[in-house]
């Protein structure tokens, strides 16, 4: 990535948002600024020393779509999407034009976002991956029963996600084996970690770890992938309402892609300080 440019003109302003928790620092370059390192993604997502966050988004210009959005974990580490910043990003364009449905372009290709009403979002994540290279995994098995203890299933959404469905998510030990499966050598770019359990028909109750970044309240991926799951589990139908720790989504996978459906929250807005930035020569 280039070098953060050093123009005492040049400011680094940023928005702060959450979709249920899993929250976002949005760098916003349409309208030019400096290039965003990753030194700086590292130090401001530092909870303690710099804004915090569980991922940071940037959105640029792009002549096919509303903007172009890309993704980084807190530790630094690139993410191909991120459902809950792409919702969150979506109503700030929607908020901001008066739209009431936008396209936004990130790795997954050209995602659409809605207007639903009630303040809530939906996007469309693009149909799951289904296939064992684009997931990726390391070798050739069965993805819907993963030879791993516990039987857990393999999901694309752009992310990997390897999926645990349990008698009670509240008793798994998240951290000690979230770490452990993002890590698995069956996932050579490391994977994204849920733990759910039924708790009725339609609905689930969903815990997650997220590589690059650990624990998270929410995730958007993670959802609709837990909802492909279930629905390829026969566990439950298509369309589900998940519980996670930040609140309640609703996920639908349908024949155009899997939809995505919450509330959002635009914080706050702020600047980077130079002196902050120059922490970063």
């Not at 396209?103 to 064992?132: C, F, Y």
């Not at 684009?134 to 819907?144: F, G, H, S, W, Y």
């Not at 589990?233 to 996920?251: H, K, P, S």
Request: hydrophobic share 40%.
């Amino acid at each position: 990535m280039a070098a953060m440019v050093r123009d005492s003109e040049t400011s680094v302003h940023f928005m702060k948002m959450h979709g249920l928790g899993n929250d976002f620092v949005v760098i916003d370059r349409r309208h030019g600024g400096p290039q965003v390192t990753a030194a700086l993604v590292h130090a401001a997502g530092n909870r303690h020393r710099g804004v915090g966050f569980d991922q940071l988004a940037i959105i640029e210009n792009d002549a096919g779509s509303d903007g172009r959005l890309v993704f980084f974990n807190s530790d630094g580490s690139p993410s191909a999407t991120c459902g809950n910043a792409t919702r969150c990003i979506a109503r700030h364009l929607m908020d901001e034009t008066g739209k009431s449905e936008v396209h936004l372009r990130t790795e997954r290709g050209l995602l659409t976002a809605l207007d639903v009403g009630d303040g809530l979002t939906s996007v469309n994540m693009g149909a799951p991956i289904l296939n064992w290279r684009a997931i990726p995994l390391a070798q050739e098995v069965d993805i819907d029963h993963l030879p791993i203890d516990g039987d857990p299933i393999a999901t694309g959404m752009g992310n990997p996600h390897c999926t645990f469905f349990v008698e009670n998510a509240e008793e798994v030990d998240l951290e000690g084996r979230g770490s452990e499966m993002e890590y698995h050598e069956l996932f050579p770019k490391r994977t994204n970690v849920q733990f759910a359990s039924v708790t009725a028909p339609d609905r689930l109750r969903m815990r997650v770890w997220e590589r690059g970044v650990g624990v998270t309240q929410a995730s958007g991926s993670s959802s609709c992938a837990v909802a492909v799951a279930a629905a390829r589990r026969g566990i439950t139908g298509r369309r589900v309402v998940i519980d996670l720790d930040g609140g309640v989504i609703e996920v639908e996978w349908r024949e155009d892609g899997v939809w995505m459906t919450g509330p959002t929250s635009h914080v706050f807005s702020g600047t980077f300080t130079q002196a902050f930035l120059d922490t970063l020569k």
